[in-house]
C-alpha cells in the first residue's frame, strides 16, 4: 500500500472556523496578509506544507527578524542615551559637591578671618586701657604731658573705631555670603 498522499490545502487539517477564516485569509494574500504569525502559530505544521503557507511563513520570518534587530537598535540607542544622561547627571553632581566644598572653605575662610578679628579687637581694647592709665598717670603730670596723651588717645581710638567698622563691614559681606 502506497501512502504517498498529495500536499494538503491550507484548512484541511483544521477544524475550528476561526481557524479556518485566518488559515483563508493567509491562503488568499499569501506572504501580504496581515494575520499574525502568532495567530497561526498552532497551524505551523500545516502551513508549511502549502506553498502559499510557506511563503507566508517566511515572509513573517523575515519580517520579525527586521523587527528584532529594529528593537534592538532601539534598545542600544537608548541605553547610549541613558549613559549620556547619566554621566551629566554625575558630572553636575560633582560640580555642585565642588561648588559647596569651596562655599565651606571660603565659610572657613571668613570665620578665621573674624576670629582674628576678635582677637585684635581685644588686644586694641588692653592697648586702649592701658592708655588710659596712663592718662591717668599723665593727668597727674604736666599738662602739656596731658595734652599729648589725649591727642595720641584720639588718635588711637580713631584707628580703634575705624578697625571696628572694618570689623563691622566684613561681617556684614561674610553674612551676606552665608545667606547667599
Same mark, same amino acid.
Given at each position: 500500500?502506497?501512502?504517498?498522499?498529495?500536499?494538503?490545502?491550507?484548512?484541511?487539517?483544521?477544524? *475550528?472556523?476561526?481557524?479556518?477564516?485566518?488559515?483563508?485569509?493567509?491562503?488568499?494574500?499569501?506572504?501580504?496578509?496581515?494575520?499574525?504569525?502568532?495567530?497561526?502559530?498552532? @497551524?505551523?505544521?500545516?502551513?508549511?506544507?502549502?506553498?502559499?503557507?510557506?511563503?507566508?511563513?517566511?515572509?513573517?520570518?523575515?519580517?520579525?527578524?527586521?523587527?528584532?534587530?529594529?528593537?534592538?537598535?532601539?534598545?542600544?540607542?537608548?541605553?547610549?542615551?541613558?549613559?549620556?544622561?547619566?554621566?551629566?547627571?554625575?558630572?553636575?553632581?560633582?560640580?555642585?559637591? *565642588?561648588?559647596?566644598?569651596?562655599?565651606?572653605?571660603?565659610?572657613?575662610?571668613?570665620?578665621?578671618?573674624? /576670629?582674628?578679628?576678635?582677637?585684635?579687637?581685644? /588686644?586694641?581694647?588692653?592697648?586702649?586701657? @592701658?592708655?588710659?592709665?596712663?592718662?591717668?598717670?599723665?593727668?597727674?603730670?604736666?599738662?602739656?604731658?596731658?595734652?599729648?596723651?589725649?591727642?595720641?588717645? /584720639?588718635?588711637?581710638?580713631?584707628?580703634?573705631?575705624?578697625?571696628?567698622?572694618?570689623?563691622?563691614?566684613?561681617?556684614?559681606?561674610?553674612?551676606?555670603?552665608?545667606?547667599?
Amino acid at each position: 500500500i502506497s501512502c504517498a498522499t498529495a500536499p494538503l490545502a491550507v484548512g484541511e487539517l483544521v477544524t *475550528s472556523s476561526t481557524a479556518l477564516d485566518t488559515l483563508a485569509e493567509v491562503r488568499r494574500e499569501g506572504a501580504k496578509s496581515q494575520v499574525l504569525l502568532k495567530e497561526i502559530l498552532p @497551524h505551523v505544521v500545516e502551513l508549511a506544507q502549502d506553498s502559499e503557507g510557506t511563503r507566508f511563513l517566511q515572509a513573517k520570518l523575515e519580517t520579525a527578524n527586521t523587527t528584532q534587530q529594529t528593537l534592538e537598535d532601539k534598545m542600544k540607542a537608548d541605553m547610549k542615551e541613558a549613559e549620556a544622561r547619566m554621566a551629566n547627571m554625575t558630572k553636575e553632581m560633582q560640580e555642585e559637591k *565642588s561648588k559647596e566644598a569651596r562655599l565651606v572653605s571660603d565659610l572657613k575662610a571668613e570665620d578665621l578671618k573674624e /576670629a582674628q578679628l576678635e582677637n585684635d579687637l581685644r /588686644a586694641e581694647r588692653s592697648n586702649e586701657k @592701658h592708655l588710659e592709665d596712663q592718662l591717668k598717670q599723665e593727668r597727674a603730670g604736666s599738662k602739656e604731658a596731658q595734652e599729648e596723651s589725649e591727642k595720641k588717645r /584720639a588718635n588711637e581710638t580713631a584707628q580703634v573705631t575705624q578697625q571696628l567698622q572694618e570689623e563691622k563691614q566684613l561681617r556684614e559681606q561674610t553674612e551676606e555670603k552665608v545667606k547667599q
